[in-house]
């Protein structure tokens, strides 16, 4: 074989090698190219795991955390029973509960929340008495607020009794 024929050969040979090489080199790259974006997408699915994670133990505390809206109106003589429990709670005799009527429910603005309260009047109660029934109500069943209350003085100087009107209260939720 002529020399000339040998130097194409080889050139040729050469020119095949550089281009499998090439084509080594392009696959290597794809394949890192791929692996990286692997490690990428993994590295994502761990923050979103995490974040998961996250989301799920504070649905868990909210959960636990006491409502502060019911999804029902509640019967007349169920809320009653509560109140007749905090009275007897705070040594409040039924006599000294002169009144109890409805208020109009209202639905607060810009929510899905109805708000139902009930207008309870007590009279020759003592302050210690107001506030342990005010503490016996809202502790035995935090969904149920105070949302006004007013004193009167005492009827006498030498007795502490007081007469109370206070609107008690409560949410359901009502999306329109």
């Not at 133990?57 to 109106?73: F, G, H, S, Y």
């Not at 009279?123 to 502790?139: K, P």
Request: net charge neutral; hydrophobic share 45%; aromatic share 4%.
């Amino acid at each position: 074989m002529s020399l000339e024929r040998r130097t194409t050969r080889l050139n040729r040979a050469e020119a095949a090698l550089i281009a499998l090489g090439s084509i080594g080199l392009v696959l290597c790259w794809g394949q890192r190219h791929g692996l990286a974006m692997q490690a990428e997408s993994l590295g994502e699915s761990i923050a979103r795991t995490r974040q998961m994670q996250t989301d799920a133990a504070e649905i868990d505390v909210l959960r636990k955390a006491p409502q502060l809206a019911t999804e029902r109106v509640r019967a007349n003589d169920e809320l009653i029973a509560q109140i007749e429990a905090a009275m007897k709670a705070a040594a409040i005799d039924a006599k000294h509960w002169i009144a109890n009527e409805p208020i109009a429910p209202v639905r607060l603005p810009k929510s899905a929340y109805r708000q139902f309260a009930i207008r309870l009047a007590f009279d020759d109660v003592s302050l210690r008495q107001i506030v342990e029934l005010a503490h016996a109500l809202l502790d035995k069943d935090p969904s149920l607020s105070i949302l006004r209350m007013r004193l009167s003085g005492p009827p006498s100087d030498t007795q502490e009794k007081w007469a109370c009107e206070m609107a008690l209260a409560y949410l359901v939720y009502s999306p329109q």
